[in-house]
């Protein structure tokens, strides 16, 4: 089984619905992020987390949100998704400030 | 967070030895340099990180002069595998602002036989 799992792989939705997008670890990290991808460009951090009760906003937070459930568990929600977030999403987690990041298998999302 | 500025491209051989360059000129003290590996629609994965001079893994060697102003991630003997974008990441140490990981638009590197 992988460390980190995301759920759902892919998804498809209309614009203006509610998306949730999961991510469990099993490796014990402290930080948890969320990236989003676009097709040929590099990852833009979306929100990470510090800790359960630390939640601090990326580069692109705006449309997004996310909810630390415990430590091993950390959503991202689009509230009304828009065709714009047409994107790969990456979990990812961390331990300490010089651990190096893993990452999840991704989850493909499409607004239409 | 120190910014860092990297080849959009390159290109080399099998069996070449290959070296991306990464500058950072406003490393902070505290700073580490890591890098990262990423195959298309896949995750990014660790190669190496160090803090100067330099330092040698399994994969990769990474070269740190002592201004830190700059970092080159070597490959060695590369192989058609090797093809893949290659990220050069500045971060510090201590406190939340550390876990603050940026990734910039990182070096594509094709491989040719």
């Known amino acids: 089984d992988a460390d980190v799992t995301q759920t759902p792989r892919n998804r498809i939705t209309k614009t203006g619905k509610r998306i949730m997008l999961e991510c469990s670890q099993t490796?014990?990290?402290?930080?948890m992020y969320w990236y989003r991808q676009d097709p040929g460009l590099g990852l833009q951090l979306i929100y990470y987390?510090?800790?359960?009760?630390?939640?601090n906003k990326g580069e692109i937070s705006d449309g997004y949100s996310v909810s630390r459930q415990a430590q091993a568990k950390f959503s991202l929600s689009l509230e009304s998704a828009i065709p714009n977030q047409t994107a790969l999403y990456f979990c990812?987690?961390?331990?300490?400030?010089?651990?190096?990041?893993?990452f999840g298998e991704g989850s493909r999302l499409t607004v239409l | 967070l120190a910014k860092t500025t990297q080849p959009i491209s390159m290109d080399s051989y099998e069996g070449q030895e290959v070296n991306i360059t990464c500058s950072h000129n406003?490393?902070?003290?505290?700073?580490?340099i890591t890098w990262y590996q990423q195959f298309p629609s896949q995750g990014p994965r660790f190669i190496i990180q160090?803090?100067?001079t330099k330092v040698t893994n399994e994969v990769a060697s990474l070269f740190i002069p002592a201004d830190r102003k700059s970092s080159t991630l070597s490959l060695p003997r590369v192989s058609l595998s090797d093809t893949a974008v290659y990220y050069c990441?500045?971060?510090?140490?201590?406190?939340?602002?550390?876990?603050?990981?940026?990734f910039g638009s990182g070096t594509r590197l094709s491989i040719r036989p």
């Open positions: 490796k014990g990290h402290d930080r």
């Open positions: 987390s510090f800790d359960v009760k630390d939640i």
């Open positions: 160090g803090y100067k």
């Open positions: 406003n490393i902070a003290t505290n700073d580490y």
């Open positions: 990812a987690t961390k331990q300490g400030d010089t651990g190096e990041l893993f």
């Open positions: 990441l500045v971060g510090g140490v201590g406190g939340s602002s550390a876990s603050k990981i940026i």
